[in-house]
């Protein structure tokens, strides 16, 4: 059955968290799934999109749309039978990107929302771009499941959009690491039982292992549900 699958991952928003979503695919497939052998692996296609910046303002997302839906285009020409997207923020364009193709989408925000219900959280708290926060489609996805979402503030929001963007200019984030440390705290200081880390490359950003499961990458949780189809 896999080997009638192929998976397009709209990348390259960033590049860096495409890079991290598709080495996860790799372990998922091993540790989950038992991958050893060359073809064992998922059949992926990956259209890196260098859109212009709409993280932080919405000024050049037409021009943006226009490219992912070429890429999308694209990539059902080569076969894709499931498309993804490396990038939470361009999950404001997926209505958008649905109405030029027939083949189906996994949806990271329903795949993020999925596993803090499936962990039992009841209040969750989220960073992001500020695009990505104001559009509220994680709010309206997480409030299907009655988990209330916990919003940074606004000086929180341009701490972590500092720290994106350091990642995606491939700098380290030691100038900025403590105050986005402390906006973590602060998360959880509001009654967050876990932090989303609502954009792909804030996965990148810092180790995150002291905190255990009380931060969900999407990267990871986007991975995981790739692999999870393909092997189905």
């Given at each position: ?37 060359n ?61 030029a ?9 329903e ?15 989220i ?83 002291a ?21 189905s």
């Amino acid at each position: 059955m896999q080997k009638n699958k192929k998976i397009g991952i709209i990348g390259g928003v960033g590049p860096q968290a495409t890079q991290f979503i598709y080495e996860r695919i790799i372990e998922f497939s091993q540790t989950k799934y038992g991958a050893r052998n060359n073809n064992d692996y998922p059949r992926v296609v990956i259209e890196s999109v260098p859109v212009p910046d709409f993280i932080s303002d919405t000024t050049q997302i037409d021009i943006a749309k226009n490219m992912l839906i070429e890429a999308v285009q694209g990539l059902e020409k080569a076969g894709a039978t499931r498309l993804c997207i490396g990038s939470n923020t361009v999950h404001i364009l997926l209505d958008d990107l649905k109405k030029a193709t027939n083949i189906e989408f996994i949806s990271m925000i329903e795949l993020v929302a999925q596993k803090c219900l499936t962990q039992g959280f009841k209040k969750v708290g989220i960073l992001g771009t500020p695009v990505l926060l104001k559009s509220g489609i994680y709010k309206h996805e997480l409030e299907k499941h009655n988990i209330e979402l916990i919003l940074p503030t606004e000086e929180e929001i341009a701490v972590a959009d500092s720290i994106i963007r350091h990642v995606l200019a491939g700098q380290k984030v030691y100038d900025k690491k403590q105050e986005y440390i402390n906006t973590l705290n602060d998360l959880f200081d509001r009654g967050s039982q876990a932090i989303i880390l609502g954009c792909t490359e804030l996965p990148l950003a810092i180790n995150y292992e002291a905190l255990g499961n009380r931060t969900i990458s999407s990267d990871e949780v986007l991975a995981e549900g790739i692999v999870d189809y393909y092997y189905s």
